[in-house]
């Protein structure tokens, strides 16, 4: 999903089935307590250094939720980085995407898979 202003990409926001996008962080971890696969991955977001803080990614993983829905929906996993509970992060590490963001589109902490990353899940009605 990308983010155009104008003419200008200035985002994204990755996303595909588990075949598309095998290759997440902390793969081990994740598949030792894995039950269930989700239908859908966000993999990575991404907002241009002068764009950030303006809501870009927020937009970008919304348009992907709806991309998903209109798809078949089914479960969403996301893979973000844990934000409270610890000093403040510089964007550039949160390639994942920040938790804080996740739970506000109604993403839950599934299980946590390195010190500060968590598997986060929701339903997407299609
Ligand atoms: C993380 C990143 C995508 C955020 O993009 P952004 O467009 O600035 O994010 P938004 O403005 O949409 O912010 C949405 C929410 O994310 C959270 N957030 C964003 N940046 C954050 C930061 N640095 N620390 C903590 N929370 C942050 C906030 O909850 C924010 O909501 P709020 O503004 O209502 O408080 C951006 O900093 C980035 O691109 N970092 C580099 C990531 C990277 O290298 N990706 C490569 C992927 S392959």
Redesign the pocket.
């Given at each position: 999903m990308l983010v155009y202003e104008g003419d200008a990409c200035i985002?994204w926001c990755?996303f595909g089935s588990p075949a598309e996008l095998p290759n997440i962080k902390n793969v081990k971890a994740y598949e030792k307590d894995v039950t269930e696969l989700p239908a859908w991955r966000i993999?990575?977001?991404?907002?241009t250094g002068r764009?950030?803080?303006?809501?870009?990614?927020?937009?970008a993983v919304d348009a992907a939720l709806h991309e998903i829905a209109a798809a078949g929906g089914g479960i969403v996993e996301a893979y973000p980085e844990q934000?409270d509970g610890r000093a403040?992060?510089?964007?550039?590490y949160?390639?994942t995407?920040?938790e804080?963001?996740f739970a506000?589109l109604g993403f839950t902490r599934d299980r946590r898979i390195a010190k500060w990353r968590w598997v986060m899940r929701r339903t997407v009605v299609p």
């Open positions: 985002g990755q993999g990575c977001i991404f907002t764009q950030r803080g303006r809501g870009v990614a927020r937009a934000v403040p992060q510089r964007g550039a949160f390639h995407g920040p804080t963001l506000d």
